[in-house]
Nanobody, 125 residues
Framework: QVQLIESGGGLVQAGGSTRLSCAGS????????MGWFRQALGKEREFVSV????????YYAVSVEGRFTISRDNAKSAVYLQMNNLKPEDTAVYYCAADYSGSDYYTSASVYDYWGQGTQVTVSS
């Protein structure tokens, strides 16, 4: 089993920044690709970003590329999402997720094995 706990977020003004953290415990954290997803009210969960197990590669949704940065610290079993130049459309519950399968379909929520409980980010205009 893996437990993932997100923190950070809250209420941020448009144009502002915040950083989300996700702390992992249980199964070896450094073997998992880690993803961030978000779900706005009334919408489906969508891919935001993913980072490989070693941290050597990362990918972003077009909507956040250039504004968000994903990183990880395997020594601390943590993954982060730095969010800059936030927009009201970034408002959502943000989830971190762990993928131990090594799948190439990292934008699909279905390939992830474990999920955190989510943390709310609200961007005011």
């Amino acid at each position: 089993q893996v437990q993932l706990i997100e923190s950070g977020g809250g209420l941020v003004q448009a144009g502002g920044s915040t950083r989300l953290s996700c702390a992992g415990s249980g199964r070896t954290f450094s073997r998992a690709a880690m993803g961030w997803f978000r779900q706005a009210l009334g919408k489906e969960r969508e891919f935001v970003s993913v980072i490989s197990a070693t941290g050597s590669s990362s990918y972003y949704a077009v909507s956040v590329e250039g504004r968000f940065t994903i990183s990880r610290d395997n020594a601390k079993s943590a993954v982060y999402l730095q969010m800059n130049n936030l927009k009201p459309e970034d408002t959502a519950v943000y989830y971190c997720a762990a993928d131990y399968s090594g799948s190439d379909y990292y934008t699909s929520a279905s390939v992830y094995d474990y999920w955190g409980q989510g943390t709310q980010v609200t961007v005011s205009s």
